[in-house]
Nanobody, 123 residues
């Protein structure tokens, strides 16, 4: 399975920006769709964004459209989540995940998960 490690979380003020990174292995990372999810205490895990295996298609939940951008650099085995205009309601632990199926779009069937990185947005 794809192994994932998130980084880049931190504390920012509302309106600020943050970029999350998810380093993946093995090299065949480039064959899999990737997604970002988040979970706040007492709440269920929520889908945030996803990107197809070839990077041509992206998907976002309505609450982050226009503010967040998902991208990937297959040469570095890394997927990113650029978060702009952050709001307090964006506060959560953010997880990246990999589709279990190669060359599949839209990304789904997420079966590999990272450990998460905390994002806190103050008001």
């Amino acid at each position: 399975q794809v192994q994932l490690v998130e980084s880049g979380g931190g504390v920012v003020q509302a309106g600020g920006s943050l970029r999350l990174s998810c380093a993946a292995a093995p090299r065949t990372f480039s064959s899999y769709g990737m997604g970002w999810f988040r979970q706040a205490p007492g709440k269920e895990r929520e889908f945030v964004a996803a990107i197809s295996w070839n990077g041509e298609n992206t998907y976002y939940t309505d609450s982050v459209k226009g503010r967040f951008t998902i991208s990937r650099d297959n040469a570095k085995n890394t997927v990113y989540l650029q978060m702009n205009s952050l709001k307090p309601e964006d506060t959560a632990v953010y997880y990246c995940a990999a589709d279990m199926r190669a060359f599949s779009d839209p990304p789904a069937d997420f079966g590999s998960w990272g450990q998460g990185t905390q994002v806190t947005v103050s008001s």
